[in-house]
């Protein structure tokens, strides 16, 4: 039987709420989505940007929720459908809850932002710390204004650990998140020039970031890339705030825990670091440099947070990409002939130019075999304001540093970047994804290697799901791994 998460009359104190229809016993769950919803759940009508929670609180109790918390200028319409939790504002209730999660737990929480990284750290601290607890963990990238509040509500008194990723567009944002959260340790991968529109240059943006560290818990810990530009900036903010410990990361050598070898491999990484003073030696499932350096950040968050550094580094050589975030698939041309095999490198959730060169560094420390190419599919990096065409064309050098042969783009701000490569490098441009997935399709070839990668508006996730379903191979199929 599932966790008893709130009682029934244990909601009506943190949501402010008056009850019609008797309180459940307990709740095992929080929705604001009835495609997920599980039976014994509690719904929350949430207005989003194009619907209504509350033109769903019918289908809520369809599909088993035990009550749901609407407005009072709802109520008395949908009262017949079951038990409801009648609030002011829907969303506010859910940050009441929220609170009221972070104020009852034990657990050691960790909050994690960044400009790039923060989801592929937050879910390298979620495998290392479900290995030595029970966790709880952002879902997806429920990173907003109502995912964090979400998370805090679906926090169980049991866990032993948490895990909050916390993102921004504007000024403020973070700040608000965490004053709900207020982890132990708090969490800075990087600093980049992204959401550029809103913000007059990158060390606005850091003074942003920097806002995580206002919502730490006296005594804390912040942990900031030192390999950064706008480091001093970052570690101003961290020695004002409430945390005791100022830890670093990074290449550099005067990180607390910095980077002392990465060799590459298909698909993990073989990394030595010093730590604190302490040499370790580990391997990493996940490949990728900017990978390896996460990896020291979440050494000093997990260690921070009470694990050990060898059994940080077990968990970390099970950790494997997730979809659109460097994940790998053998694909091929004709599926009844292995020869005709290629690698499909899906990078397609988000990209800004920093993540952008991450992943065109991770295509170049891919190897294709026989005649193969490596091939770079690439969408428009949105947000970045008047500078995008030149952040675009910079791509440029990082495209021929990592010997790309063949670069396909989508959309009106990557034409900058194509019209600047050599002839022989321009495989295609076209002004949208759908448009130019057949170009990509009826070039790829055995040993291949293509990696597609844009800002989700972009829809280059939608251009890699169609390879795979084009080219999907008749079982699921592994890239062959060395030992180590």
């Known amino acids: 039987m599932s966790e008893i998460l709130w009682s029934g009359l244990g909601l009506v104190a943190p949501l402010r709420a008056r009850v019609l229809g008797l309180p459940p016993q307990g709740v095992t769950g929080v929705s604001i989505d009835t495609r997920t919803l599980q039976p014994g759940d509690l719904f929350f009508a949430i207005q989003g940007e194009r619907s209504d929670g509350h033109d769903f609180v019918g289908a809520a109790f369809e599909r088993g929720a035990l009550a749901a918390v609407v407005d009072e200028a709802h109520a008395d319409a949908l009262k017949h459908f079951g038990t409801l939790y009648v609030v002011r504002d829907v969303l506010k209730a859910m940050e009441g809850l929220g609170r009221a999660a972070r104020k009852r737990s034990k657990a050691r929480i960790i909050a994690v932002t960044g400009s790039v990284g923060k989801t592929s750290t937050k879910e390298m601290l979620r495998k290392v710390l479900s290995d030595a607890g029970p966790t709880h963990a952002s879902d997806k990238s429920y990173n907003n204004h109502w995912g964090v509040p979400l998370t805090l509500a679906r926090l169980p ?30 969490v800075v991968t ?10 007059a240059g990158v060390e606005d943006i850091a003074r942003a970031k920097a806002e995580i560290f ?15 530009e706008t480091f001093p900036i970052l570690k101003a903010a961290a020695e004002a705030s ?19 070898r990465f060799d590459a ?7 030595s670091a010093r730590l604190l003073g302490q040499d370790l030696h580990f391997r990493l499932g996940a490949p990728g440099r900017h990978m390896a350096v996460n990896a020291l950040a979440v050494l000093l968050a997990a260690r921070a947070a009470g694990v050990d550094f ?12 997730a979809q659109g975030r460097g994940s790998r698939e053998v694909l091929r041309r004709d599926r009844d002939d292995a020869a005709s095999a290629f690698l499909l490198i899906d990078e397609s959730y988000n990209a800004n130019p920093a993540s952008m060169r991450a992943a065109i560094d991770l295509l170049g420390a891919a190897k294709p075999s026989g005649k193969g190419l490596r091939i770079a599919v690439l969408g428009d990096m949105l947000e970045l304001g008047t500078a995008a065409p030149e952040l675009h064309v910079a791509l440029k050098d990082d495209l021929e540093r990592n010997n790309v042969d063949l670069i396909f783009a989508a959309g009106p701000l990557t034409r900058h970047l194509f019209d600047a490569l050599p002839p022989q490098k321009r495989g295609a441009w076209a002004e949208s994804a759908a ?20 800002s989700n508006g972009s829809k280059l996730h939608a251009l890699a799901a169609g390879l795979k379903s084009r080219f999907a191979a008749p079982e699921p199929q592994q890239v062959e791994e060395s030992r180590c």
Request: cysteine-free.
């Open 242 to 260: 409430p945390a005791r410990y100022v830890l670093s990361f990074g290449e550099d050598v005067a990180a607390d825990a910095h980077l002392t």
């Open 190 to 199: 990087h600093v980049a020039p992204v959401h550029l529109e809103h913000f």
């Open 435 to 454: 448009a130019l997935e057949p170009m990509v399709a009826e070039t790829l070839g055995a040993g291949d290697v293509v990696m597609v990668k844009g």
């Open 265 to 271: 491999e298909a698909t993990f990484s073989r990394v």
């Open 310 to 321: 060898p059994a940080i580094a077990a968990s970390l050589a099970e950790v494997a990409p």
């Open 157 to 186: 008194e049991s866990a032993r650990y948490a895990v909050f990723e916390i993102g921004m567009n504007h000024a403020g944002e973070i700040a608000a998140l965490v004053d709900m959260v207020r982890p132990h340790v708090a």
């Open 214 to 228: 206002s919502g730490v818990v006296k005594g804390g810990v912040a942990i900031i890339n030192r390999d950064v």
